[in-house]
């Protein structure tokens, strides 16, 4: 699935959507722990302030796999996300420093959320070029 052109693509911002959670793919396992002090934190506010980050054309979660599974335990239907072109300039690729996998490749993000094999929690660390602001989503428009 190499992309020969990602390369030379420059994309300048990232679009916001409501997304069917359907859609959806993980590329990386998610924590116990973790999960269920983002579920408390959403339901205490009822609203969710940080849309999730998603590859375009496959819907692969780029971040925000805690979120996505808080909002689908909540029964809701669809999640705010911003959509990228993963294979453009302005989203990097990196691990986190305590990650099992030191070197991964964007081709083995997509790959693993489409297959279904997830990195373990907390592998890749997405960073944009382009500022993402804050959107405050009530959970009542998402179920």
């Known amino acids: 699935m190499a992309r020969s052109d990602s ?16 859609l959806l793919h ?3 396992e998610i924590q116990e722990g ?5 579920l408390e934190e959403i339901k205490r506010d009822g609203y969710l302030k940080k849309p999730i980050l998603v590859a375009d054309h ?3 979660i780029l971040d925000g796999h ?6 689908k335990v909540l029964g809701c239907r669809r ?3 911003y959509v990228i072109d993963y294979f453009s300039d302005i989203v990097q690729l ?9 070197d991964v490749a964007k081709e083995e993000v997509i790959q693993r959320g489409l ?4 990195f373990p929690p907390k592998t890749t660390r997405h960073v944009m070029r382009v500022p993402l602001p804050e959107v405050f989503t009530d959970l009542e428009d998402l179920m």
């Open 66 to 71: 805690h979120r996505f599974q808080a909002l």
């Open 79 to 81: 999640i705010p996300a």
């Open 115 to 118: 297959a279904d094999d997830p």
């Open 7 to 22: 390369a030379s693509r420059t994309t300048t911002s990232a679009r916001f959507e409501l997304l069917d959670v359907n």
């Open 58 to 60: 496959d819907y692969v």
């Open 26 to 28: 993980c590329h990386e």
């Open 34 to 38: 973790l999960l269920e002090q983002t």
């Open 94 to 102: 990196g691990t986190w420093p305590d990650a099992v996998v030191k």
